[in-house]
């Protein structure tokens, strides 16, 4: 089973930067796809940036690229989301999100959830 544990979410100001985690447990191949989601309050989750831990190749959502990185640490099956020049608009649970082996980077293949961590950025 496959766990994930994110971390590093809070509170910055307007211009901060922040550096959320996601630890992945369970797996046992270096073949599948991280992602992170966010959601703010009465709006849909939207997806924010995807990496494939197999081929290394990523994804940024227009709404945070040149903002927003994704990278990955395969030995610690860990992800990070680097934020920098955080915005108002920023602030959700953001959530992150994996896929089964050899699972592609499709919105809909994501199949195991992080329990959220907070992100609040105040102007």
């Known amino acids: 089973q496959v766990h994930l544990v994110e971390s590093g979410g809070g509170s910055v100001q307007t211009g901060g930067s922040l550096r959320l985690s996601c630890a992945a447990s369970g797996y046992t191949t270096y073949n599948y796809c991280m992602g992170w989601f966010r959601q703010a309050p009465g709006k849909e989750r939207e997806g924010v940036a995807s990496i494939d831990t197999g081929g290394g190749s990523t994804y940024i959502d227009d709404s945070v690229k040149g903002r927003f990185s994704i990278s990955l640490d395969n030995a610690k099956k860990t992800v990070y989301l680097q934020m920098n020049s955080l915005k108002p608009e920023d602030t959700a649970m953001y959530y992150c999100?994996?896929?089964?082996?050899?699972?592609?980077?499709?919105?809909?293949?994501?199949?195991?959830w992080g329990q959220g961590t907070q992100v609040t950025v105040s102007s």
């Open positions: 999100a994996a896929t089964g082996d050899d699972g592609p980077c499709y919105a809909d293949a994501y199949i195991y």
